[in-house]
């Protein structure tokens, strides 16, 4: 039984990927545990919800001890959608602001990767699959380097925790969308063509993928997912 834990789940992205791994449980042998930071989303079969705040090492060490000890739950596979966005032009740049995309992009990846860990390396497996940006690997307007540098370090922090832990097979990928059609991005950008955006439904698709067998070989890939961009 594949045991999931996904992050962020109370969003868009998250709903999404609660979703596909829902639709396929009984025939994919799916345990799924959601993370979430204020409030649980909908409630579906088969579903755990458990709070963490990602930013904090102690909340994610609870949220873990609790799912073990009340179902025996451990992640073996991680897909990781939690993180934040701040738009702003490096000389207004506020401390807030850059601390805000660094703890919410970098510093909870870390954590998080470093909580999960030690249980996959005693099992000898472990899939992890981070949300990075298409933005990373292409030019890209002002006011957003913040975003993509906290966004950028995943894609190296991937590769890295893939040729570390090659020999307890446990690997890292990220997946690099363009703009994903959520509600919050329809209401930011009024004037774009969602439908040129990315579905959270074919990501989420593809996210799934990279836990399964299929997705074995794409060891510390970067996925670039550009939709119609």
């Known amino acids: ?23 396929d449980r009984e025939n994919e042998k799916f345990e799924i545990a959601a993370a979430y930071w204020s409030k649980p989303g909908q409630e579906m ?8 705040d990602l930013s904090k090492p102690a909340s994610i060490k609870a949220g873990l001890e609790l799912m073990a000890n009340q179902r025996g739950f451990e992640p073996d596979s991680v897909l990781h959608c939690a993180g934040g966005f701040r738009w702003s032009e490096i000389e207004t740049l ?11 992009n970098l510093k909870s990846t870390f954590y998080l990767v470093r909580a999960v860990v030690p ?3 005693r099992r000898g497996f472990g899939r992890m699959v981070f949300v990075s940006s298409a933005g990373t690997t292409r030019p890209c307007p002002s006011g957003m380097a913040p975003y993509l540098a906290s966004k950028a370090a995943l894609n190296i922090l991937a590769q890295a925790l893939t040729e570390e832990l090659k020999n307890f ?10 703009v994903i059609d959520t509600p919050a991005n329809r209401k930011d950008m009024p004037d774009a063509d969602p439908n040129r955006w990315v579905r959270p439904e074919a990501l989420a698709d593809l996210m799934v993928s990279l836990i399964l ?3 074995n070989a794409a060891r510390g890939a970067l996925i670039q997912v550009p939709g119609a961009v």
């Open 1 to 23: 039984m594949r045991k999931v834990l996904v992050t962020g789940a109370e969003g868009a992205l998250g709903s999404a990927l609660l979703k596909r791994l829902t639709r």
């Open 45 to 52: 079969e088969g579903v755990s919800w458990v709070q963490m």
């Open 94 to 104: 506020s401390d807030e602001n850059l601390d805000f995309v660094i703890n919410a």
């Open 119 to 121: 249980a996959m390396k």
């Open 169 to 178: 097979d446990i690997n890292a990928c990220c997946v690099l969308p363009t």
């Open 213 to 215: 067998p299929a997705g």
